[in-house]
């Protein structure tokens, strides 16, 4: 199984006694970066969290995900979800903002947090700031600091819209997607449920675990349209084929499960559809240009 940083694991890497902010609604916390005491040397390992986290970071770091690392040089706001491994290596000395946690209890009243792309894609969950942007959203922490202290009988929802408004202004420096069909709703909720039904099928945590659908035709299927019908949307909305689309998908994973456990070629085969740990083997090296064995040497060193 891979390994998951728990709350409580959370609080005692960073030597706090006090184990957060619990309501009904689920649990929330948010610290200062400057008065954490962090480990100087910490052992480099790709975890996931339990919980969802949102950073306002001023400084040098490296955020290392299994298959592309992402630096911060300078003032950025970084999400995190449960979902994805990640390792954040401090560089600079000196490192100043705020870090917010909380679990998906707490965000439920506003529906579904994974629907922000946000928190969805890595090239959008690290965004650098402009000087203006930072006091934008140093405002709406330290009022999250300021209520979360306070005693106002409703202020966990008040934290929640103050939440909600961060990510809000997060999201709207995201370029909307513009579609290449005049008319294309029908093809548009294809690829989103084409897209929830593969991400439904990831992380992979036990060696037992299989992926369901790994073939435009199995996709098809399940969204009873016809492969070409399938193939016309995705290419249309995302400008891929179905076929590139579940291959990229699958050599992500791979290379997760190739860096980021100890499981056996064969192991990850089965896990990812493929009924011989040869025919992954070459899949993988068509794809990576080089051997799932090399790769893991490589990610190892």
Not at 28 to 46: G, M, T
Not at 186 to 193: K, Y
Not at 280 to 288: E, L, Q
Request: net charge neutral.
């Amino acid at each position: 199984m891979l390994e998951v940083v728990e709350l409580s694991s959370f609080y005692k890497n960073l030597d706090q006694s006090d184990q957060g902010n619990d309501s009904e609604c689920g649990h929330f916390n948010i610290f200062k970066i400057e008065d954490l005491v962090l480990p100087k040397y910490r052992k480099a390992s790709y975890t996931r969290r339990s919980f969802y986290k949102i950073t306002l970071v001023s400084g040098q770091s490296m955020i290392h995900y299994t298959d592309r690392d992402i630096e911060v040089d300078g003032s950025a706001i970084v999400f995190t979800n449960p979902s994805i491994q990640y390792h954040w290596e401090t560089i600079s000395e000196r490192q100043t903002g705020y870090m917010c946690i909380f679990t998906d209890t707490f965000f439920r009243k506003f529906g579904n947090i994974k629907d922000y792309s946000v928190f969805q894609s890595k090239d959008e969950a690290v965004l650098p700031l402009l000087p203006e942007q930072v006091l934008t959203y140093e405002s709406l922490f330290e009022k999250m600091c300021t209520e979360l202290e306070g005693n106002y009988k409703f202020k966990y929802d008040l934290l929640q819209c103050l939440l909600m408004e961060v990510i809000h202004e997060a999201q709207k420096t995201v370029p909307l997607m513009e579609s290449p069909l005049s008319n294309s709703n029908a093809a548009e909720r294809i690829a989103t449920t084409f897209t929830e039904l593969m991400e439904r099928q990831f992380p992979i945590e036990l060696t037992y675990q299989v992926i369901k659908f790994n073939s435009p035709a199995a996709f098809a299927a399940q969204l009873n349209i016809h492969v070409n019908h399938l193939n016309k949307a995705l290419k249309a909305i995302k400008g891929f084929t179905t076929s590139q689309l579940i291959n990229e998908r699958i050599l992500q994973e791979a290379k997760i499960l190739l860096k980021g456990t100890n499981w056996t070629i064969a192991q990850i085969a089965f896990s990812l559809g493929f009924g011989e740990a040869n025919h992954f083997s070459a899949f993988f090296k068509s794809m990576a240009k080089i051997t799932a064995k090399t790769y893991r040497k490589l990610s190892k060193d």
